[in-house]
């Protein structure tokens, strides 16, 4: 699309479901719930521009444009309608496309999803900082890149009490072999830079959540989450209307590789109690021109 190559899976049949990768992954991070969903639905998951085995050019890299390129994607496949599902990073494109493109989106969930506060692990915000490129190139040479993911690896293999610290590092060790392209630094530094300085994330949904009134949303969460605190779950209940969060014991950041049958069936669950949501101009005008208000939200908060 537009010159620039797109990497994707679709696989299975019924309503359309999207899943949306998070920062310095790509569609592998779905793989222990795509065959679980290509049961009952028709599953997308794309490599997001700049990541995987898509192309990595000089682009862009905001919310915004990944979300326009959700959208080229659906179209092309043929696909009018989704039910969108965001991981991390990919939550705030999930919530960007839902944003511009209501029309198209049923419902939204949200799994350890940015742009529901403003706090994010320091890993993170180091992408920034001078010299970081230069430290990365070494870091990811042959030699000691196969070192590093050999030892991040065995620290995710460790139980114990410790385990709610090492849980992510399988994870970790992925993005680190992916950070051997030069070409992945690149496009992860730029997308970093979009939604992330120094004093945390840059954008977040609490000045539009009053929009998703009328749209079915979901928010899952890791009790251990290293990456983005767990409270941020509870952002997410008081911004936004009749929202159901679920937060996961035994889970870190990546709740989708630590309990792929519980996702899948909290995401078959949303799906069959809810409606999708219908698109009314006239009712996105009159949210638009009341902006935010004040009534208290109604939230279902579990624990799974």
Known sequence: MHGKRRAFIKTGSGPAVLLLHGLACDR????RVIPLLAEKYTVIAPDLLGHGLSDKPRADYTLGGYAN????????????KVTVVGHSFGGGVALQF?????????RLMLVSSGG????????????????WEQTMSVLTLPGVRHLE????????????PLRRYTRDLEEVACIVESWADRRTRFAIRHLVRAVIDWRGQ??????????????????????????????????????????TVTVLEDSGHFPHRDHPEELARLLDEFVSTTAPSVYSRSRF?????NGSTAKAPLVSVETA
């Open 116 to 131: 529901l506060g403003r706090e994010v692990t320091p890993l993170i915000k180091l992408i920034q900082a001078p010299g």
């Open 149 to 160: 993911a050999r030892a991040l690896r065995t620290l995710a293999s460790h139980g114990g």
């Open 285 to 289: 005008r009159r949210l638009l021109r």
């Open 69 to 80: 390129g959700m959208r080229d994607l659906l179209t092309v496949l043929g696909i009018d």
């Open 202 to 243: 840059i954008v977040t949904m609490a000045d539009r959540a009053y929009l998703t009134e009328t749209m079915p949303m979901a928010v899952v969460w890791g009790r251990d989450d290293r990456v983005l605190p767990v409270r941020h779950a509870s952002n997410a209940a008081a911004l936004a209307p009749g929202a």
């Open 28 to 31: 592998t991070t779905w793989d």
């Open 98 to 106: 839902a944003y511009q493109f209501p029309e198209r989106t049923q």
